[in-house]
């Protein structure tokens, strides 16, 4: 029977009792002498050693966050503890040492103790803990196996009972999955790798930019704010040489060879803002030598601001692939058209990249070191766009923010405002756009004051923008203003020349991603994705070969094997000709209906098979009257 987290503490605290542990004591019933602490290490060197570089990536990543990093040998006994020594000191005061036991007949009942006597990963925070001493913490714990299923030892995190989190257990078990790794011969040349990837959804939620560079000076890890830092997405990044960033990494890498504990750069990064970044080099130490580098990244400027989550072009010109002709003679008209104030309307089917060419313009433009704010009019509830893109005073509303808040449009000055599916914007937001389109101004809601703003519009949509103008549902009068330089992108059937380059562009991106080999296809496979329609164009190419190479080249179009792939190809005109005619809306309905009801209707994985966004696909439930 698995027993849920509240009988495990309820049993452990009878057994605590039952062992006589004191609630009021501030000490563990066992600590070792200094001989004895001695004895025990070279019994557990392998262990300390194997386990060292992970505890003290772990603080890394942990920035100094008010905790500390606990090894413990199989009866919980401390071999070895990392944090920062003012927190040390402090813990120390009750028995949180070297050579003190942390079992439960020593101490009562704790997350490294009970862990041992449960073998399985626990976090016990404030009176879960037994004694009074412990009741101001929280500890997460897993028991640290050998090859053969014994434990040897735990891991554990101890912090203050406010720090409580369900990530610190994640990382201890994180942690633990290395070291257990580590220990497994065969596994260890993958285990670096491995763990990286076991801690990515950890260092995402560090308050600072994480990157983390192996023994070879190449980036294996970063997380999403330093995505955002550099500006390039994970998948540009991973295994780039950091020289490329760095330009005297090695002199950097000379430094910590001649003995110094970390180093503080600053660097000027490509589109990034008019402020440096100032990188942090924190050394990963086995056996005395350099095996790894945790790199923290801050803006000078503050880099968690109001707008971060909706500002930032990450894409330029070179991220659009393809060489076909209409793709590049694309490119080249938006180039042309990239430091014209005039407002662009981006027309094209969903899943076509109509965001990256917009992010492509601004960062081309001599707008590319101020804001790219962008805004889905079809995502945001209609009463409160005008919120979002004009801002409000304080006091308009209740709860608002104090001082008040600025709007999309404010924020975006001096850069580029990016409006997308704006086919979807309602009517009456229509006139304030066209009228700040006319004037140049915005006034925040609650407000009577003007404001003058300097900002580009580009805006996109898949809609037949007439064809709204015609259904009452777009304004003719806003839509010239919009279009006075229409793009229009082309789809994925209008280049199909560039579909073997995509499809070996993403293999890539995507093995790189996984953790895979480079995936190798057929010839019949790599023909029948060049020749297939793709309605949801490059992104569902994308999502395709990223579910093509998570199961090993054995997924295909209509999640059949290869062979009926093949076979679907040659039948596709029959099956044409015999089946019944439909119009077009019939036959997209048909296709939603079924791929609902064959995913379990699992939205977001239904988006992706369909290769169009979540809010599209409400939409077009919404239209069809599928529930």
Known sequence: MVKNNGLIIEQSHKRSEDYGVEKNTYHSRKVLNNDQIETLLKVNRYLVEVATPYINMINSALNNEDFIVVLTDNEGCILYIDGQESILNEFSKIDLVIGAYMDEKSIGTNAMGTAIKEDRPIQITANEHYIKAFQSLTCSAAPIHDDRGKIIGTLNLTGNSDKKHPHTLGLVIVGVKAIENEIDKEKAKNVLNETY???????????????????????????????????????????????????????????????????????????????????????????????????????????????????????????????????????TNCKIISNSPSTVLIEGESGTGKEILAQSIHNYSYRRNNKFVAINCGAIPTNIIESELFGYEEGTFTGGKKGGRKGKIELANGGTLFLDEIGEMPLDMQVNLLRFLQEGRITRLGGDKEIAVDVRIIAATNKDLKKEILKGNFREDLYYRLCVIPIKVPSLRERKGDIEELINYFIRIKSLKLNKSILNISDAVYDTLINYNWPGNVRQLENYIESLVNLDGKLCLDLLNEEEIVKKSRVKFESEETSELVTLEEMERRLILKTVRCLDNNMTKVARQLGIGRNTLYAKMRKYDIY
């Open 197 to 331: 990837n076991y801690m990515e959804s950890i260092i995402d939620n560090v308050s600072k930019g994480v990157m983390i560079i192996d023994n070879y000076g190449k980036i294996k890890n970063i997380n999403k704010l330093g995505e955002k830092i550099f500006n390039k997405e994970k998948d540009m990044l991973i295994d780039r040489d950091v020289s490329t960033i760095v330009s005297d990494w090695y002199n950097i890498l000379d430094k910590f060879e001649n003995g110094e504990k970390s180093y503080t750069k600053e660097v000027k990064v490509k589109h990034s803002s008019k402020y440096k970044t100032v990188l942090d080099f924190k050394p990963v130490n086995f056996k005395d030598k350099i095996v790894g580098m945790v790199v923290l990244m801050t803006n000078q400027e503050d880099i968690i601001s109001e707008c971060s989550t909706n500002t930032g072009a990450f894409y330029d010109f070179d991220d659009i692939i393809g060489s076909s002709a209409i793709i590049k003679n694309t490119i």
